[in-house]
């Protein structure tokens, strides 16, 4: 019974350009969840998605961010235009039943912007 | 503004010794509690906690939660190198409707041989 998967693990990317991270949630989970944390900080919230449609996206900056979770494949995390304040662990967590039910988490992907 | 607090921010014990972590949290209609434990990877679930006063338990671990007084702690007994970790204290507000947790910057525990 796989986990939340997350890849890649790491990534490294220079200003300006774009970051792609990917999520897939456990078998039978229809709820995703990003959260990031900063360097010192703990985990905050990002967004929490079901399948084709965008639920709470009231942690994600209104610029350069954006996720999906289409009805086929996994959750997509995308940031353009990096910046270094965007070097982070970002973190996907999955539940089946959303409010009130339990989210485990993947391993993370840890970016770093150049 | 929803705020969770954990103490000590970190923590240095010897093997055998008994560890309690703090948790403390101020939220508009607290819904659970949920406790995990993060090393180099992902953050894995230890406890949910959602009513007062009853004790979770598992191996070595275990939680408790008061909802008067607002707060949570998490002991460890007889601990071991392998516990080193850092410990998350996160809490779901039922005036998010989403599920979405709030999470404390984490207790950093290392347990020295």
């Known amino acids: 019974n796989a986990g939340v998967m997350q890849n890649p693990r790491h990534l490294v990317r220079r200003r300006g350009q774009e970051a792609r991270l990917r ?11 990003w959260y990031r944390q900063l360097p010192e900080e703990g985990l905050k919230f990002m967004v929490y998605l079901q399948k084709e ?51 485990y988490f993947g391993p993370g992907t840890r970016l770093t912007v150049l | 503004e929803d705020k969770v607090v954990q103490s000590p921010l970190s923590l240095v014990v010897h093997e055998g010794d008994t560890v309690t972590l703090n948790c403390s949290y101020e939220v508009t209609n607290f819904r659970s509690l949920l406790w995990y434990k993060q090393e180099k990877k992902a953050p894995t679930f230890l406890f949910m906690l959602t009513s007062s006063g009853i004790e979770k338990k598992s191996g070595r671990l275990s939680s408790i939660l008061d909802k008067k007084e607002l707060f949570s702690i998490l002991n460890i007994t007889a601990t071991q190198t392998g516990d080193s970790a850092v410990y998350l204290c996160a809490v779901e507000a039922a005036s998010s409707n989403t599920g ?3 999470f404390g910057q984490g207790t950093t525990l290392q347990v020295k041989p």
Do not use: W
């Open chain 1, 23 to 33: 999520c897939s949630p456990m078998k039978g989970h229809s709820h995703v969840y």
């Open chain 1, 53 to 103: 449609n965008i639920i709470d996206e009231s942690g994600m900056p209104k610029e350069r961010f954006s996720a999906e979770f289409p009805k086929e494949g996994p959750s997509i995390l995308r940031i353009q235009q990096v910046v270094r304040g965007d070097s982070a662990a970002y973190f996907c967590a999955s539940s089946a039943a959303g409010i009130t039910d339990t989210q």
């Open chain 2, 100 to 102: 979405k947790l709030i």
